[in-house]
């Protein structure tokens, strides 16, 4: 089989998400939207709700109904694109709590589904989603008599803890919610590590239960091994991969891996990062193709039959640097082509 193979480690992340809950001393949701990370939302969901998460989050409602049908009855499950145009049967059917952006998407979730509970998400400087002051001035009495699910805002600079917009947002969210009679929240994983002003009743964390940054003591959640197709020696002057981007200095002995960028190994990788066989670096030469890679497997004994991408020696991070990237992008970016592995 030349598909590579993806371990994931169940138990990783829910140790993550309890590192993360002991970090405050209040609730921890989880995070699932896009697929969980690309981990797989359905399997994460359910590790993660029997570790105890009660309220999980996701960008659409095609998404929650996804998480919803993992989950059964119970959890909240929050939406935080809110009320779209279309998304009334499924908001209705599968129970889920639409983060309302703006003063259209209120009016549309009262009028089709009154009673409905629902959440509002509100900007407190990043500018992208949420109900900006004004609206929100306008709108508190009424919303709050609505008793909203929650109320919540998210931090545009939570990953520097220095950056003097934490703070700016801080007060703004503060001041936009002072006396308000609902669950808040403004914190996913950087905000978590930001101390406790920041964490209010309720934090969100995506990347910090996945593996990634800015969450520096989260475990690593994926492994990542990947096939040897072919191996050669190659003898000094001759090239390997697309454009000759690498020639061998001495006799060296290449192994070609199955999976690419089509696989989501970004080409912006180059050769920047080693493949591990049982802890020995093997470095890449030569550029990244769609379904392959070249790797340098002179310094082993024997020929491999799998080499380590992610796991062993590098982190999910590790990939993004050298892409020039961050560890969310690599992530969501796991190829749907890899055979799947949950360790529970
Ligand atoms: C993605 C997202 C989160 C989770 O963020 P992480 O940085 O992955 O922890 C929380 N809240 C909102 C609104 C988001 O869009």
């Not at 009320?83 to 259209?104: A, Q, Y």
């Not at 310094?299 to 990237?325: Q, R």
Request: hydrophobic share 40%; with cysteine.
């Amino acid at each position: 089989m030349a598909t590579g193979h993806l371990t994931i480690d169940l138990s990783a992340v829910v140790q993550n998400w309890r590192a993360l809950d002991a970090m405050t001393g209040c609730e921890t949701a989880a995070v699932v939207k896009a697929n969980g990370y690309g981990l797989g939302a359905g399997p994460v969901s359910v590790a993660l709700a029997q570790a105890g998460a009660r309220r999980f989050f996701v960008a659409t409602a095609e998404e929650g109904a996804t998480v919803r049908k993992a989950l059964g009855a119970g959890p909240m499950i929050g939406v935080f694109s809110g009320h779209m145009e279309g998304d009334t049967d499924r908001i209705r059917t599968h129970d889920l709590i639409p983060m309302l952006n703006s003063v259209d998407q209120m009016l549309r979730h009262v009028e089709s589904l009154p009673g409905h509970r629902f959440g509002f998400q509100l900007d407190t400087g990043m500018n992208r989603l949420g109900l900006e002051a004004e609206d929100w001035a306008a709108l508190r009495e009424i919303a709050e008599g609505l008793q909203p699910a929650l109320i919540m805002s998210h931090l545009a600079c939570a990953d520097e803890p220095d950056h003097p917009m934490n703070l700016q947002q801080l007060q703004q969210f503060r001041d936009m919610t002072a006396g308000i009679d609902a669950p808040r929240s403004l914190s996913a994983t950087g905000g978590i590590l930001l101390g406790h002003a920041f964490h209010f009743d309720l934090t969100r964390p995506g990347v910090g239960l996945y593996g990634g940054l800015p969450f520096e003591d989260s475990l690593q959640t994926v492994r990542l091994d990947l096939p040897v197709i072919q191996t050669r020696t190659v003898a000094p002057g001759e090239t390997v991969g697309y454009g000759n981007t690498w020639t061998a200095g001495a006799p060296s002995r290449i192994a070609t891996v199955s999976a690419g960028y089509a696989d989501g190994l970004l080409r912006a990788i180059g050769d920047r990062v080693a493949l591990f066989a049982d802890g020995v670096p093997c470095p890449i030469r030569g550029r990244i193709s769609m379904d392959l890679i070249t790797v340098d497997i002179t310094g082993l004994a024997a020929d491999p039959d799998y080499l380590t991408m992610l796991g062993d020696g590098n982190t999910v991070d590790m990939l993004a640097d050298a892409a020039g990237t961050i560890g969310y992008e690599v992530l969501t970016s796991l190829g749907r082509r890899y055979s799947r592995n949950y360790i529970p």
